[in-house]
Nanobody, 116 residues
């Protein structure tokens, strides 16, 4: 069955960096777009960054210039390099992907906490 496994979350001080990874497995169909979303307490889940199979990216305005999304298609793995982290980046981060038959899958989430 399809699995997305996120890793790399944790506690970091403001201004610090973290790198999240998301490994997808079990999909019978090719993976098209992949994305990172986040949900802070009391808020709706929001898009952080998205990357297509050919490498096109888009970012939320709040993270532009600080966060970079990338993927390794051969490994079905996606990354989120987060620099200059702020307390408002604190959230549970979820990865997802859409396959070639337009089915969407979500990971379990990884907690990112930015605090001194």
């Amino acid at each position: 069955h399809v699995q997305l496994v996120e890793s790399g979350g944790g506690l970091v001080q403001p201004g610090g960096s973290l790198r999240l990874s998301c490994a997808a497995s079990g999909s019978r169909f090719s993976i098209n777009a992949m994305g990172w979303y986040r949900q802070a307490p009391g808020k709706q889940r929001e898009l952080v960054a998205r990357i297509t199979s050919n490498g096109s990216t888009n970012y939320a305005d709040s993270v532009k210039g600080r966060i970079t999304i990338s993927r390794d298609n051969a490994k079905n793995t996606m990354y989120l390099q987060m620099n200059s982290l702020k307390p408002e980046d604190t959230a549970v981060y979820y990865c997802n992907f859409e396959n070639s038959v337009r089915r969407i899958y979500w990971g379990q989430g990884t907690q990112v906490t930015v605090s001194s």
